[in-house]
């Protein structure tokens, strides 16, 4: 059974440069997170991820640009570094087209190009979608400068990863300091922060009207719903007597959500998701490299995961395939 993996990272070099050139804030954590063996493997675009894929059973990793991606960059600097980005990510899948796919980075920080550069990635470059880290400094996803882009995936039938990126740093501030410098940063970002920062995202395009508006866009939430989707019939409720939307929130986790669990191998997270959003809306992934480990972990929790032929099928490849139209 071929495994395709989804959420599946890289940095080239000259991404960092553009991020240490940028206007400040800059993002605290990629240099913790992006150091050292993990830097070295998310350079790495040839036979050395090839062989980390072999070892974990993954057939097909889909590639995208880590954390904070281009969101944090100045517009023109953004523009020119994602087509440079995309160039490699498209040039790396011809390279390896039974190996690889990839999702686009996207200039979000230049509202007009965001659209724009997504249509080429996906009409000339042959990219399955895009990877978006959250909000654009201040602008969250369902911000009006974010409407032409959103409603471009949908008319181009192509889905959208919300991944998450640290907090604004005056909600860091108030909320994830006073423990100890690591401590803080660490809550902030993969301990909390990042998730209920991603999972945010999905929930404001709901209540933002974008599904109404537009019903066939897709997102793809990572970590098994980051947070939020555990919350779900909660914030239902809220949504029902605070917002008029045209259908249910769960309405819109069943149609307009995809997850996946980004080398979190929990079978109770799986179970919950997959009574949330159903078979047809799990998707696998690894979170390369930042979960790797020795051992064989991705196909082992295929194999062993509690779903029946059909369930499991979709979960490693079936449902990939679907949601792009790409073949077995």
């Known amino acids: 059974m071929r495994l395709v993996a989804i959420e599946e990272h890289i940095l080239p070099y000259a991404v960092r440069d553009a991020w240490s050139a940028a206007p400040p804030p ?3 954590v990629s240099a913790i997170a992006d150091s050292g063996e993990n830097g070295t493997r998310l350079a790495d675009l040839g036979e050395g991820r090839l062989a980390l894929m072999d070892e974990q059973g993954v057939d097909v990793q889909v590639i995208s640009l880590t954390t904070p991606g281009l969101h944090n960059l100045a517009p023109g600097p953004a523009v020119e570094m994602a087509h440079r980005v995309n160039d490699l990510i498209a040039e790396t899948c011809a390279r390896n087209p039974d190996r690889f796919q990839g999702f686009a980075a996207l200039p979000t920080p230049d509202a007009d190009a965001a659209p724009r550069e997504l249509e080429r990635a996906v009409r000339e470059l042959g990219l399955k979608g895009a990877l978006l880290c959250g909000r654009t400094r201040e602008r969250h996803l369902d911000h009006a400068d974010m409407r032409p882009m959103l409603a471009k995936a949908a008319e181009l039938g192509v ?3 919300i991944h998450p990126q640290v907090p604004l740093a005056a909600v860091r501030e108030a909320n994830y300091s006073g423990l100890s410098e690591k401590a803080d940063l660490a809550l902030a970002a993969f301990g909390l922060g990042w998730h209920y920062e991603a999972g945010l995202q999905w929930i404001r395009l709901a209540a ?27 914030i239902a409720a809220v949504f029902e007597r605070a917002l008029e939307l045209r259908r249910p929130l769960a309405d819109y986790a069943r ?15 799986l179970l919950r998701c997959l009574d949330i959003v159903g078979p047809e809306r799990l998707l696998f992934s690894t979170d390369f490299p930042y979960q790797y480990r020795e051992g064989g972990a991705p196909r082992r929790f295929l194999d062993e995961a509690p779903l029946d032929d059909a369930a499991r099928q979709g979960f490693a490849n079936g449902n990939w395939h679907r949601l792009t139209g790409t073949g077995s």
């Open 26 to 28: 800059h993002d605290p």
């Open 208 to 234: 933002g009207g974008v599904f109404d508006e537009l019903p066939n866009l897709q997102i793809i939430l990572g970590h098994w719903g980051e947070v939020v989707l555990f919350y779900l019939e909660r």
């Open 255 to 269: 149609d307009n959500l995809y997850v996946t669990g980004s080398g979190m191998w929990s079978e109770a997270y």
């Open 159 to 161: 889905p959208l990863f």
